[in-house]
């Protein structure tokens, strides 16, 4: 059974920085696409996708609002996913997950079989 783990979230001033850390375990890591994705508040029944990498590292995809600001990285050997966020905004503020599936990355969230519990980013003016 795949096991994630988030980690690295907290609060922090706009324009900071965070990197975001996802703990894989359970399976092998290099055979399963990754991403992250968001819960902002009022959202509740929303994940929008924030990005997502292949299994390699060689594929990668960022949603607009992010892209320049937020890099995705993956550590197979490690196990580890990231998320690297500079520049952030008040609206980056959400509950940031990682999610795991077996074939090709996608942004549909609703394909990742597999999901943290996540953890809270809160950006303040």
């Known amino acids: 059974q795949v096991q994630l783990v988030e980690s690295g979230g907290g609060l922090v001033q706009a324009g900071g920085s965070l990197r975001l850390s996802c703990a894989f375990s359970?399976?092998?890591?290099?055979?399963?696409?990754m991403g992250w994705f968001r819960q902002a508040p009022g959202k509740e029944r929303e994940r929008e996708f924030v990005?997502?990498?292949?299994?390699?590292?060689?594929?990668?995809s960022h949603a607009d609002s992010v892209k320049g600001r937020f890099t995705i990285s993956r550590d197979n050997a490690k196990n580890t996913l990231y998320l690297q966020m500079n520049s952030l905004k008040p609206e980056d503020t959400a509950v940031y997950y990682c999610?795991?599936?077996?074939?090709?990355?996608?942004?549909?969230?609703?394909?990742?079989?597999?999901w943290g519990q996540g953890t809270q980013v809160t950006v303040s003016a």
């Open positions: 999610a795991a599936r077996r074939g090709g990355p996608t942004t549909v969230s609703g394909r990742y079989d597999y």
């Open positions: 359970g399976r092998t890591f290099s055979i399963y696409a």
């Open positions: 990005a997502v990498i292949g299994w390699s590292g060689g594929s990668t």
